[in-house]
């Protein structure tokens, strides 16, 4: 398929130059002395950068259908939109309709165009009327327990995926979207995924010096996601029991994982991503003080052993009137890095390199990362490779549920082990109509009074 050279070329140059200027200290970096060469954390070729050009190479037109048509999905369709060319919305599904409802509003007010009727579907079916309605692709933004059905279904049909994050919420789930993803790279799918800093410029330049081994071996770090109350839904008379639930998912462990998987995912990916690591075993403890809807907790806080015998901090909180903080530190034998900053800075504490935004914003005029993943995507579908991201968000994924669990019994929860487990929040049957609750309850770990 043709390329865009010149648009590629012109990426390549402003990259250069953008490496060069977000540099800081470049005499030690550049030394010749021995004590200062780098070691590559892994070899150049073994790991993935994304190109991060301001728009998609053009090509041939494609369809795409959306699944959840959400708050989530509503923007994981305009960021597709502003991401690429030639690209149309041609089918939408979803279990609630005034969810579809406005959707087909917004988009006919932000961008004029409207989905036909006989392409707009409601129920749990919905997704595989969406992915049999003809799409090269689909945007996947339902409740994350559905994540692995909808994407097994789409790569049967030789379909593109975009997986919104998390891809599952139990060990099954994990299993099923492993698998999937050897199907999806077999048929030469591209699968992204919502996991965006894997787009976002700061990151991707500092996971380059990372792996070219600017902090040495990497030794321990922390990640959190120290947050407000997200949002809940008051109970309507005229919701049944899974209506209930499904509108208010954010706040129910088998529809969402809890926040440590559905939301402080991202910060436990970006270490994995950045170390090449997985967890070994998980100890926790977590609590709930102030949630209002729902069976799960309002904070965790885990000791992630990795492979290697290194130790990460995981901290994560949903709870107004508290201390603010998301991000993730890394240290290493040479030196560490903070994304709050996003600098590098050796042992004495000088700083080595950092990203530099003024470069950043004169080379390119996106920065958004939720615009630059779906560039890739389909950067990825018009060149016809495969792409995989499916796999590393997984095993993510994966890590927080064992910390969820760890925090859940008190137990010190091995990864492996529970990766073989047939834990599997998805219920058998799913219909809207009465469910019996009595089974949604708060988990309380350890025993006695």
């Known amino acids: 398929m043709a390329e865009n050279k010149i648009n590629r070329r012109e990426f390549l140059s402003k990259s250069a130059a953008l490496g060069v200027a977000g540099v800081?200290?470049?005499?030690?970096?550049?030394?010749?002395?021995?004590?200062?060469?780098?070691?590559?954390?892994?070899?150049?070729?073994?790991?993935?950068?994304?190109?991060?050009?301001d728009a998609a190479d053009e090509g041939r037109e494609l369809k795409v259908g959306?699944?959840?048509?959400?708050?989530?999905?509503?923007?994981?369709?305009?960021?597709?939109?502003?991401?690429?060319?030639?690209?149309?919305?041609?089918?939408?599904?979803?279990?609630?309709?005034?969810?579809?409802?406005?959707?087909?509003?917004?988009?006919?007010?932000?961008r004029g165009f409207e989905i036909p009727d006989d392409?707009?579907?409601?129920?749990?079916?919905?997704?595989?009327?969406?992915?049999?309605?003809?799409?090269?692709?689909?945007?996947?933004?339902?409740?994350?327990?559905?994540?692995?059905?909808?994407f097994a279904y789409a790569v049967e049909k030789g379909v593109h995926c975009f997986?919104?994050?998390?891809?599952?919420?139990?060990?099954?789930g994990c299993r099923?979207?492993?698998?999937?993803?050897?199907?999806?790279?077999?048929?030469?799918?591209?699968?992204?995924?919502?996991?965006?800093?894997?787009?976002?410029?700061?990151?991707?330049?500092?996971?380059?010096?990372?792996?070219?081994g600017m902090i040495g071996e990497i030794t321990g770090g922390n990640v959190y996601w120290n947050g407000g109350m997200l949002w809940y839904k008051d109970r309507k008379p005229e919701w049944n029991d899974m209506e209930y639930m499904i509108r208010d998912w954010v706040n129910w462990k088998w529809l969402s994982g809890d926040h440590i998987v559905e939301q402080h995912v991202h910060n436990i990916d970006v270490f994995m991503w950045m170390s090449g690591l997985k967890p070994v075993r998980a100890t926790g403890v977590g609590a709930?003080?102030?949630?209002?809807?729902?069976?799960?907790?309002?904070?965790?806080?885990?000791?992630?052993?990795?492979?290697?015998?290194i130790h990460v901090g995981s901290m994560c909180r949903q709870i107004d009137g508290c201390s603010s903080n998301v991000s993730e530190f890394i240290q290493g034998?040479?030196?560490?890095?903070?994304?709050?900053?996003?600098?590098?800075?050796?042992?004495?504490?000088?700083?080595?390199?950092?990203?530099?935004?003024?470069?950043?914003?004169?080379?390119?005029?996106?920065?958004?990362?939720?615009?630059?993943?779906?560039?890739?995507?389909?950067?990825?579908?018009?060149?016809?490779?495969?792409?995989?991201?499916?796999?590393?968000?997984?095993?993510?994924?994966?890590?927080?549920?064992?910390?969820?669990?760890?925090?859940?019994?008190g137990l010190t929860v091995d990864f492996e082990e529970m990766m073989a487990s047939d834990m599997n929040y998805l219920p058998e049957n799913c219909e809207m109509g009465p469910v019996d609750m009595s089974g949604y309850t708060v988990a309380v770990p350890g025993t006695g009074k």
Not at 77 to 85: F, M, Q
Not at 119 to 147: E, L, Q
Not at 163 to 172: G, I, N, S, T, Y
Not at 179 to 194: I, M, N, P, R
């Open 119 to 150: 392409h707009c579907f409601i129920g749990f079916d919905a997704y595989k009327k969406v992915i049999d309605s003809g799409v090269d692709a689909v945007i996947c933004t339902t409740a994350p327990v559905f994540r692995p059905t909808h």
């Open 163 to 172: 997986l919104e994050k998390p891809v599952a919420v139990d060990p099954v």
């Open 333 to 409: 034998t040479k030196g560490s890095w903070n994304s709050i900053d996003h600098e590098i800075k050796d042992l004495q504490g000088n700083v080595i390199w950092k990203f530099d935004s003024a470069a950043a914003e004169a080379n390119f005029k996106v920065q958004d990362p939720y615009i630059l993943e779906h560039v890739d995507w389909i950067n990825h579908i018009r060149r016809c490779e495969a792409h995989d991201e499916a796999t590393g968000t997984a095993y993510s994924t994966m890590a927080g549920v064992v910390g969820r669990q760890a925090a859940y019994t």
């Open 24 to 53: 800081v200290g470049t005499s030690m970096l550049l030394s010749c002395d021995s004590k200062n060469k780098q070691t590559p954390l892994r070899p150049e070729g073994s790991y993935y950068v994304p190109e991060l050009a």
């Open 66 to 110: 959306i699944i959840g048509c959400g708050g989530r999905g509503t923007g994981a369709v305009l960021n597709l939109l502003d991401a690429a060319k030639g690209v149309t919305i041609t089918a939408a599904g979803d279990v609630i309709e005034e969810h579809m409802k406005n959707f087909r509003a917004k988009m006919k007010e932000a």
């Open 288 to 309: 709930r003080h102030r949630r209002i809807t729902g069976d799960q907790f309002d904070c965790f806080n885990i000791d992630f052993e990795f492979e290697n015998g």
């Open 176 to 212: 099923k979207i492993l698998a999937t993803a050897k199907q999806a790279e077999a048929k030469g799918l591209s699968v992204v995924t919502g996991t965006q800093r894997h787009h976002q410029r700061p990151y991707v330049e500092a996971f380059q010096k990372i792996q070219e």
